[in-house]
């Protein structure tokens, strides 16, 4: 039982954009690492107006943004551009590392930073095994490609034993 702890986020959430950043920054955060496909679009699509609008939002409260992405620079970039936000292509969550990285380029500490992204065993694993707060949002689309498929039939149990286990007063 434990080792599905290892999994759980530390909040979940319907969307990246159904968040109380100024809840956040007001509680010490001061910078937010995201995740893109399927967490703040649809996957393989550009920015939308909604995207450019948070990120606005967060540099208005003075929170750093960063995105990690395992998907290639020519997705990840144009993304980035859009949005105004430093980021990271081909990330290869859950490892730790372009996490800590992440962090360093915002210039912000494992207790002020915490992650959004929509999958558990890359973005939320990673961003446990960083250290830092992460919270998981349910994708925004349900067509995605066999690969996510196999490991969202993979989440599932994870996703009921915490929802057993854990207060969703969030949701």
Known sequence: MNMIK??????????????????????????????IDNTLTMHGSPATAQCRQ??????????????????????????AHSVQSPYICNGKKPSRLNYLKGMKMMKTKREHTFFVGDQLFTD????????IYAILVDPI???????????????????????RNLNRSDR
Do not use: H
């Open 54 to 79: 948070l990120f606005e939002q967060l540099r208005l409260l003075g929170m750093k943004t960063c995105l990690i992405s395992n998907n290639k620079e020519n997705r990840v970039k144009p993304f």
């Open 141 to 163: 689309d349900k067509k995605e490609e066999l690969q996510i498929v196999l490991k969202r039939y993979l989440e599932r149990p994870v996703l009921k034993s915490y929802q």
């Open 124 to 131: 939320i694993w990673g961003a446990k095994r960083a250290g």
């Open 6 to 35: 290892t999994f759980y986020p530390d909040r979940w959430v319907t969307s990246a954009f159904s968040i109380d950043y100024q809840a956040m920054y007001e509680n010490g955060y001061r910078g937010v690492i995201f995740d």
